[in-house]
Structure formats: structure tokens, C-alpha cells
DNA sequence: TTGTAGGCGTTATCAT
DNA sequence: ATGATAACGCCTACAA
């Protein structure tokens, strides 16, 4: 910058000072030192900017897996709400392993990021929700997916429980008496809240719960497809008529896995998913889910963790989940 | 640091020398820096080291979805070879959108990331090779997906046109004559080079080129699914008994919108995918496809990458492609 | 072995 | 309006 300053004969701060814009400067000046900088294509480093005002504008997003639609669309909502502001989003990639989740932690954590959202935390060891308190003492923090005690105003969750009793009311009006649950994966707050939802569904209505049609899947496709398998292979013992995925990706997958059989969805076997998932719908007509505004709950995450950064007030707003019916389901 | 130098009784250089290692330390001392440290979970600011050093410890990925399985295999590789190395991926999402894409590449190098990798760049307007021979001088980059005349050694690509041209002449082997293309994103040379080995084993055949059988979709599932929905709708005027989708992403919403319509695979039409990705064959069995090793290539990127950076040498692999039948096809 | 001091690229506070 | 100059947090000669 001092070097800009010199080839166009004024000092170094004036040059900060074109740049910021801060300070009115003598308009040949300006000139002067923007032709220099267009020259060199000069781009003032935004870490020494950091080192001065303290923050790094850098927000640090503990996931895992990116390869998944869900998390894509989370994804999405979290860069639109960084688009118009200096904040850029820095991913860890947490793990199933508890020490690697921390370790993720840990990079983003020296590397000085201005925030944090936490992506489904693991509930264990070091990232208990005693832990996750303190952190949240240090700085500004959000967390999606999952509820910690005292904590309430910086966690996202979605009415799982609700919605997974809405889907499989839904479906037991329609007059199934069996029906089997793959769940997401159990340590993830989101899948266990749903397969409650699921069993209390069926207590309400008077059903036994049966521990052999519920398949523990991972989110996947491929889970979703095997637990079709799984319990295919069991249907003399424990039949059942009806299927609720506790996502849409594994209702494709389910769905492949029946389409394969030749088992007619929903003639033969209804089949109902959990997410509203982009082009799900088209992929595999007719679908019933429970719709989740995926890219809003990464949007408002990130507004609401900006407006924590800013010391400005503000309100997570409650995600409401909705039965949607695409096209003519024809449950029986 | 200085603060933390004051409690343990020594200067802020002991401190740092405690951290760094570089210079022997007395026992006494050391230990009651670390002492400190401990009470006060004191972790050293990354950002600051990288003024010094003059490097940031930060990878730039500019990449475009980061919610498909493709990306998520390739970024798996990026994270697994960065792993044990003090770097860390910043991931930059670009666009459809050319200006989109040039600023999430500003932002990338603003932050003044010690290295590159370029993620399938539109080879359009700010983004042509001339400008990323130019970036290649300035500092370390790979680009994955592109091959950049005069840059050869640092692109990654694929066989994609002998890879098309296996798959095509494999179908062709089995007694197909009508043989529809689903293609991915046509300006991403993956795509484009495997239109033209589609097209170059027709021809090599002596089989007619029909563009109505030629669908441009966008790698996605979803795009697959209306493909096969265009064709079908064409079907009269234009008949077909097999399809080669681009990617095996579209190859499973082919599949879905083929199981949709009752039409069987391979009895009624055959299917071929590209990418062997994790899980397909699982969930669309029979499935022939050319593998791609995804993983690998991310890995070999980034490993190609650091030893850029450090001014080793390196050879980036030639990346094989394999025709591979699941099960048994039984392509007709 | 240890402390002092200078510098990395900015911004912000002073004078001028 | 503009130029010194002091931070920001850390590393590293250099000196002791």
C-alpha cells in the first residue's frame, strides 16, 4: 500500500483512505491513486484489515457432509444471507467422531472467526450442552438443529415431533393399521424427535408400536433403499402397508428400492418423506412430505447470528412445518 | 500473548517460542506458560501468523453446489489431503452468473489465499484462459474439470471423451441403433466432451447423429427425470431403445421417471451412467456405468496443490476411466 | 536461554 | 485534506 502511495506521489494513508472512502480526499489524488491501483490490480489485504479492527469477518460453519441436497440448500440460505455483507463463510467439515467434530472446532475457533453456526452438533463429550454454553459466551453463536437448554434464542430447530405426528396421522387415516419408520440418523436431534412423533402417532391411535418396523437409516438414499430391503425381508413376519422416511432422500431411496420389486407406490405400499426437498415432487410423483423451509432456516440462522455480531436485537422466528400433497396421493 | 507472558512471569517472546518450539525453552518456564495458556485456554490467532509468514494457511475452492454427492466426493478428497497439514479449505461458491463467479474469485484472492483450486470455470468473459494463465503466475492453482492450453500440468480432467466413447459403443455392442444423450451443463467441458464422444461412436458406427435425441440437462437428478420425459414425448417421431445419461445423477432420475411410466430397464430401454457414484448401483441396480475415481481426483488435486506451494515437484496422474456392469445388465 | 525491538499490511488518531 | 505514527497479534533476528 505504501509502495501505491509512492508511485503515485502521496502517502500510504491516503491511499487507505481512497480505498475506505472514509475521509474525503483531493479528487486528483484520488485519481492519481486509483490509476495506480487498477495497474497493479492492487486488492488490500483483508486479513491485516482484520488484524486492525479485530475480527476476521470470516463466520466459521461446523457441518457435515456436503454432498447432501440438505445440506446444499441450508448452504444456500446461509451465502444469501452473506451476499450484500464483508462476511464470508468458512466450512469444517465436522464427523460421526467426536474428537474430529472438535477438532473442526478448534480450526475454526483459531482461526479467529467472527461467529459460528453449529450444524447438528453431536450431544456428546466435549460438545455437551455445557460446553456449547460457554462457547456461546465467547462469541456469537447459532445453532441449527439442535435445542440446548438456556440457549433457546440462538438454536434453530423445526417442529419434528409435529411433523412426524402429522405425517403418520395423516397416513393412518388413510386407514393403514402397520407402519413402518426409517429413521435419520438417531445422535441427530431432528431423527430421533421424528421417530417420537411417529410412535406417539400411533399410540394416540391406539396402535402397537412395532420396534421391527423401524429401520435406523443415515439421510441417505442408499439408507433409505436398504431399509426397504430390510424390512421386504421381514414382511411375512411383520407386515406392514405404509412407509414414512424420515427424509426425502431416503424416500428416493425407498422408493427406488420398491420400484424395483415392482412393489406400486401407493397401490401396493404408501410412502411418505420428510423435507419437501427441490424437485422431489417431480422425481418421484405422487409424494406426501412434510415440507421444511430448509433455505430459510440457513437464512435466518445467518441474519440472526449478523444481527448477534451487530449487538442488534433480533428473533429467530419459529420454522412451521406443513403437510403437502403432491399431485393425488391415493393413500388408501 | 504479551498478557499471557505477564502471568507466567516471562516475555511475550518465551510465549510464542513455547508455542512454536523453534527455540529451546527452560522446563520451569515452559511449563508455567503452558500453565497459563491452559487456565485461560489461550489459542495463538492464525490470522496474525499469516501476516508475519505472509501466508494465510488457507486453501481458496471455487466451486459452484455444494449440495451434490459429485462435489461432496470431490471435496471429501480436498479435505482428506489438507487433513494432516496445517491448511484449511475456504470454500467460495460461483455461478452461472460469469460476473458472479469473477467476484466469488475476488474474494478468494482479497483474503489473500495461499493457493487455488478452480472447481469447472466457465470458460467465459473475465474467465478465459488468457486470465487464468494469468492467475497461474501469481500464485499456486489447480484447476479441475478445464484443460487450460499452456497449463496443462496443472489441470485435472478425465477421459470424458474416451469415456463416452466406451459407453456408447458398449451399448452399441449390445445391438442398439437409437441411442439417446442426456447431457450435463454443455459450457462445462465434462459435458461437452462427452457429447462428442456419444456423437464420434455413432459415427464411427455408421449410425446417424439425431439431435432430437440429444437433451442438455444440468447434472442434476431432477434434469434427468424431464429429459426422459421430453424424449418420451418424442417418442414416436423420434424412437430410441437406450439412453446414456452424463452423470449418474441424472441416470437415477432417468430411472425414476422410467420406473414412473412402467418402463422397465433394461427390458424396454437400456441405461448407461458416468461416475460411478457411491451408492448407484445399490439404488438402481442392474447399472452400467463408467467409473470415475471423484475422490481421487480431489485428493490428487489438493496434494498437487501443496506440493505447488512448497515448490516441490509433482505429476498430476492420468485419471483412468473403466466401463463397469453392474450386476448383470443384460443390455440387449 | 531470554528479552528487546522491528516489521507484516491495515486503519485510526493526531497534528499540521 | 494529508502525512506521520501508533496500534492490531504474532514471529524472529539481534543482543545480552
Redesign the pocket.
Known sequence: ??E??RLA?????????V??G?????P???AAVLEVIEQHN????I???G????RTFQIGVLTRHLGSPFFGEILRGIAKAMEETNYHPVFSLGSENPSEDRKALDVLLARRVDGIILQAPQAVNKMNDEFIRGLAEELPLIVIGRQIPGLEKQCVIVKNFEGAYLATSHIIAKGHRAIAHITGTLWIEDAAQRREGYTQALRDAGLEVIPELIIEGDFTEVSGAQAVDVLLSRREAFPFSAIFAGNDQMAIGARLALYHRRIGVPEDISLVGFDDLLGTQYMIPPLTTIRQPIFYMGLMATQSLLALLSGEPFHLPAFPLELVIRQSVGLR
Chains 1, 2 share one sequence.
Open positions: 500500500m505504501s501505491i502511495g506521489g502521496v502517502s500510504q494513508s491516503t491511499v487507505s483512505r480505498l475506505s472514509t475521509t474525503p480526499v483531493a486528483d489524488k484520488q492492487f486488492r488490500p489485504n486479513v491485516a484489515q488484524l486492525v479492527h479485530g
